[in-house]
T-cell receptor, first 112, second 116 residues
Framework: GQNIDQPTEMTATEGAIVQINCTYQ??????LFWYQQHAGEAPTFLSY????GLEEKGRFSSFLSRSKGYSYLLLKELQMKDPASYLC?????????????FGTGTRLQVFP | GAGVSQSPSNKVTEKGKDVELRCDPI?????LYWYRQSLGQGLEFLIY????????KSGLPSDRFSAERTGGSVSTLTIQRTQQEDSAVYLC??????????????FGPGTRLTVT
């Protein structure tokens, strides 16, 4: 089976840094995605990690430790457009395909 | 270039009726995925297509749910004899290849289904 855990909600202040953690347990792990989903909208791609380490992309960075089954998404210089749900998703190889399994998401609130 | 489109955007139906939800993937994307998202919940995988075949139907909740894809493009998700617990947003995604771990999935705007 598989299990993905991330906090349900987080709050932060505009301009601050926030770290959203994700732990997972799955067989056949291939990689980990982070998606952003604004209320009422479809998820949009943020990052993909397959190797251990930090991937930086502007204000967003994502980290992966395969041995620990752990990832985090780091958001810097928070802006008022950043409130959304942040979804952690792991890819698990099943036969010839990779299956994407989503966590329940972390709802981020940003206060001025 | 157009993204993934879904229709209808909203559907209200009476319990016991059948519904069809449509997904138009990005042109050239061979893989197509259906997910369900209930209020405040994460995305629940339903079914995956590679071309016109569905190698993974493991997420379909019951035999009332079926899906098909024709011409390697448009897909239809059909729910027969709808129940109130079927109410959710149904999201479609497509990607370039069969390996979701390598290729990013692009999501459509979803169909919000309400069963009364």
């Amino acid at each position: 089976g598989q299990n993905i855990d991330q906090p349900t909600e987080m709050t932060a202040t505009e301009g601050a840094i926030v770290q959203i953690n994700c732990t997972y347990q799955t067989s056949g792990f291939n990689g980990l995605f982070w998606y952003q989903q604004h209320a009422g909208e479809a998820p949009t791609f943020l990052s993909y990690n397959v190797l251990d380490g930090l991937e930086e992309k502007g204000r967003f960075s994502s980290f992966l430790s395969r041995s620990k089954g752990y990832s985090y998404l780091l958001l810097k210089e928070l802006q008022m457009k950043d409130p959304a749900s942040y979804l952690c998703a792991v890819t698990r190889q099943q036969g010839d395909t990779d299956k994407l399994i989503f966590g329940t998401g972390t709802r981020l609130q940003v206060f001025p | 270039g157009a993204g993934v489109s879904q229709s209808p955007s909203n559907k209200v139906t009476e319990k016991g009726k059948d519904v069809e939800l449509r997904c138009d993937p990005i042109s050239g994307h061979t893989a197509l995925y259906w997910y369900r998202q209930s209020l405040g919940q994460g995305l629940e995988f339903l079914i995956y297509f590679q071309g016109n075949s569905a190698p993974d139907k493991s997420g379909l909740p019951s035999d009332r749910f079926s899906a098909e894809r024709t011409g390697g493009s448009v897909s239809t998700l059909t729910i027969q004899r709808t129940q109130q617990e079927d109410s959710a947003v149904y999201l479609c995604a497509s990607s370039l290849g069969a390996s979701g771990g390598t290729y990013e999935q692009y999501f459509g705007p979803g169909t919000r289904l309400t069963v009364t």
